[in-house]
Each structure stands twice: as structure tokens, then as C-alpha cells.
């Protein structure tokens, strides 16, 4: 195939495969994006006078058929290929002359790339803004229905106050909460556009890059140019940064759902749907999928530390070491969905055995609300605290007396008073801006005739 820079020479098939390798089976998943970036740049040369009426529609006859032919497989890259814009490029030069040589005018591969990655990044945040509010609200779920089924508390992995299950629960879904507000942060440096920019130092033709960027759905022009090369890296580490904290969350839930589980504590069983076995052990009931979860906050700060480590050091402008950052940051995106998808689906198969739960809130566990109780008759905190005993004598031990002492806490956020309709209307508010935002960028795809697919990266329709 013809490279796009082709001269009079021809690169050793042992440095093409070098430089291309996988990045070839992730340019697969941006033929959507690239698509898009194309009509709406074509668009563009349209007005200016670059393509003619008859031109324009060509193009974009070529570009959506490039689209049919990917959704049936047979627009594939294949060794040999230099990269998808490449390809996409020689098949409108093959297919309709001109209109191929002309659609490269006004940019570069450099911000086509950013452009498709950008737009590709967009629908990926999407489905992972779903995700993760779907998440919180199967937490908050949880939180509702066991509510004031008590627990302990602990701190230093020892028995320290009354809790329950429910603020255990609504924890997780405000953890979720601020992630979301991350991913959201991160989203804005994603929703501009690139495109225009060419290789970092514009193009002395007058393109309407507000127009292209509206046509693709962007929020906003990024500028000065050479920041759209600068920030490659940059903004995608922002990205997996936010990820990093979502996984966090989920590390924090699967790491409790596996101590939680042990025989030795017993206060949640899971369902056997989510369980695996042992080939020596007939007994084991193995959460495997829970030390997964619990794992894979590890990975995608490990895709982080390449992304800022490939990115640091270099001087302004477009570097080829860039490319390496494309790898870690589509298997971040699609690696977050799939945790808080399988998190879901493990919080709706738990289930808290009341009984372990109730008899694992000993006496200790009341040590400080006796210290309160003296205080409330009037004597100092430090000298109550002196007085209470290490292990209180409990009044009863039935769940109604327990149930009694989580409501005593009525401030806002004790066990008494979880906020629970607070972190409802807050997700509520999520899944509405989440709604807003994909609808918007949706049309956008939709009024240049590209429709990509929820979860897959592909196209639909």
C-alpha cells in the first residue's frame, strides 16, 4: 500500500512491522471516528472552495461506504497498511480520483489521529459514565434495602463502633459519586477538538475549525495549535487518572466483599453464580472474580505510569513515541468498563447473613456510646473516657437494641441518618448530564451519518 509520505525510497519490511505492529488492530476500532473526522473536515473544504459540490458528495459516498464495508468485516487493516487514515485515504483515491488527492488538504496525520481518539475516547467515557452510575446505583440499592442491618466498624482491622450494612453500601456509592465527578473533569479536556491544527502549526488556509468542531460534537476549539500536539499524552493521562480512581473504588469493595466472605467472618455470602472451585479442594468456594476486581486498580495505574512515562521528556511538538500511548489508554477505557460492569453484578448477588452480623457486634463495639452516655449526664469527655469500660455491658443483644443505638447517630451521615434520598438526587443528576451529553454527541454522529456502537468501539447501522 502507498504510504502517505511516500518518496523514492522503500522502508525495510522489518521496520514497518516495528513501527506498526498492534497499532494496527487498534486503528480497527477508529475507523468510525476517523470516518467522522473526514466528512466533517470535507465538509469544511466544501466551503472554502477546495471540493466541489459533486466532489463533497463522493467523498462522503466513499466514507460511509468505508463504514458498510468495516461493519461487514471487509474493511480490515492488514500488514502493509501504514495506519487507518492511510487506508481510508487510498480507498477514496482508488475509488473516486480526485476527491482521494484533495481530503488530506488543510491537515496532517497528526491531529486526524488526535481527532479519531478524541472522538473514539468521547463514546468510550460514555459507556463508562453509564457504567459507573449504574455502579452507584446498585450500591445505593443495596444501601436501602439493609439499611439498619447492623455491622461492625472497624479501624487498625479491629472492632471499633456500631455500623451497617447500609452505610457500608452508600459509602461505596458516594466513592462512586466523586469518581464520576473526576470522569466528568476529564471529559472536558477530551471534548475538544483537535482538528485543523495539522501537524501543531496550522495551515495558512483559512479552515473554520469552530465548524468542524461543532460538526463532530466537540464543546470546544482546542487552541493554539501546537497545544493540540503538546496535550497528546497529557490529556490522556488525565483520563486514566480519573479511571485509576474509579478502580480504586472498586478495589475498596472487592477487597471488603473478600474479607467479608472469609468463614472466619461470614457476614456476606455470594451467590454461586460468581463462584469458582478448586481442582485438589472439593469444599472451596472461590470469588475469583472478586480478586480480579480487586487486581486491576493495579494494572490501569501501571497503563498510567507508561502514558505520563512515554509522554515526559519530549520537546514540543509531535513525537512518533506518542503512539505507544494509544495501546495503554484504549485497554484502560475498555478495561474500566468491563470492572464496573462485573462489580454491578456482584453487588446484586451478595447477600448479608443477618445472623453472623448480629453476633459479631460484641460488646466492645459499644465502648464509645457509652462514653457518650456519660457525657450527655454531664460529665467531661476525658474523664468519661476514663470511666468507660473496654468491653461495655450491653443493654440486650437483639437486633431491635442494635437497630436503636445505629439510629442514636442522627447527624447527617451517621448510621442514623445515611443521606440516602441526598446521594439519590445527586445520581439521579448524574444519569441526567450523562444522558444529556451522550444524546448530544450522538446526534452529532448522527447528522454526519456515523453511528457508533455502545461497548464496542465498532459501528451500527
Not at 53 to 81: C, N, W, Y
Request: proline share 4%; aromatic share 8%.
Amino acid at each position: 500500500m502507498k504510504k502517505l509520505w511516500e518518496k523514492h525510497w522503500q522502508l525495510d519490511q522489518q521496520v514497518e512491522a516495528f513501527e506498526t505492529g498492534d497499532d494496527l488492530l487498534l486503528d480497527q476500532k477508529l475507523v468510525w471516528a476517523d470516518v467522522a473526522g473526514s466528512l466533517a473536515h470535507a465538509a469544511g473544504l466544501k466551503e472554502m472552495g477546495i471540493l466541489s459540490q459533486k466532489e463533497f458528495t463522493q467523498a462522503k459516498r466513499g466514507l460511509l461506504k468505508i463504514l458498510l464495508l468495516a461493519k461487514h468485516g471487509e474493511f480490515t487493516l492488514i500488514m502493509g497498511d501504514e495506519d487507518i487514515h492511510t487506508k481510508i485515504e487510498n480507498y477514496l483515491t482508488d475509488h473516486y480520483g480526485q476527491v482521494g488527492k484533495k481530503i488530506h488538504t488543510g491537515r496532517s496525520r497528526n491531529d486526524q489521529v488526535l481527532t479519531a481518539i478524541r472522538l473514539f475516547s468521547k463514546q468510550q467515557l460514555f459507556d463508562i459514565w453509564v457504567a459507573a452510575v449504574h455502579l452507584a446505583d446498585a450500591f445505593l440499592c443495596f444501601a436501602k434495602q439493609y439499611e439498619y442491618v447492623p455491622m461492625p466498624g472497624y479501624t487498625h482491622m479491629q472492632k471499633a463502633m456500631p455500623s451497617s450494612v447500609g452505610m457500608w453500601a452508600s459509602s461505596l456509592t458516594a466513592s462512586l459519586l466523586d469518581d464520576i465527578v473526576l470522569l466528568k473533569a476529564a471529559y472536558t479536556l477530551i471534548d475538544q477538538s483537535p482538528l485543523g491544527s495539522a501537524a501543531g502549526y496550522g495551515v495558512p488556509i483559512a479552515i473554520d475549525r469552530g465548524k468542524s468542531a461543532k460538526l463532530l460534537g466537540f464543546g470546544a476549539v482546542q487552541s493554539p495549535s501546537l497545544y493540540c500536539q503538546n496535550s497528546r499524552g497529557k490529556i490522556e493521562a488525565a483520563v486514566v487518572a480519573a479511571l485509576v480512581s474509579l478502580a480504586q473504588t472498586v478495589n475498596k469493595f472487592a477487597s471488603d466483599v473478600l474479607l467479608f466472605t472469609t468463614s472466619e467472618f461470614g457476614f456476606f455470602t455470594v451467590a454461586n453464580a460468581l463462584a469458582t472451585g478448586s481442582s485438589i479442594m472439593p469444599q472451596k468456594k472461590n470469588i475469583d472474580a472478586a480478586e480480579l476486581l480487586r487486581s486491576k486498580v493495579n494494572i490501569i495505574l501501571g497503563y498510567y505510569n507508561s502514558i505520563v512515562g512515554i509522554s515526559n521528556n519530549l520537546p514540543s511538538g509531535y513525537n512518533r513515541d506518542l503512539q505507544d500511548t494509544k495501546k495503554p489508554f484504549m485497554e484502560a477505557l475498555a478495561m474500566s468498563k468491563q470492572i464496573c460492569s462485573i462489580a454491578a453484578f456482584l453487588v446484586q448477588n451478595l447477600k448479608p447473613n443477618r445472623e453472623n452480623l448480629v453476633a459479631a457486634m460484641t460488646p466492645e463495639v459499644f465502648a464509645a456510646h457509652q462514653v457518650f452516655d456519660l457525657v450527655t449526664q454531664g460529665i467531661p469527655f476525658r474523664d468519661a473516657y476514663k470511666m468507660a469500660p473496654p468491653k461495655a455491658p450491653l443493654q440486650g443483644s437483639t437486633l431491635q437494641w442494635i437497630t436503636d443505638v445505629l439510629h442514636r447517630s442522627t447527624h447527617l451521615g451517621g448510621p442514623g441518618n445515611l443521606g440516602l434520598n441526598a446521594l439519590q438526587k445527586k445520581l439521579a443528576a448524574e444519569r441526567h448530564c450523562c444522558h444529556n451529553a451522550t444524546m448530544q454527541f450522538t446526534a452529532a454522529m448522527a447528522r454526519l451519518g456515523v453511528y457508533p456502537a455502545s461497548r464496542s468501539g465498532g459501528i451500527a447501522g
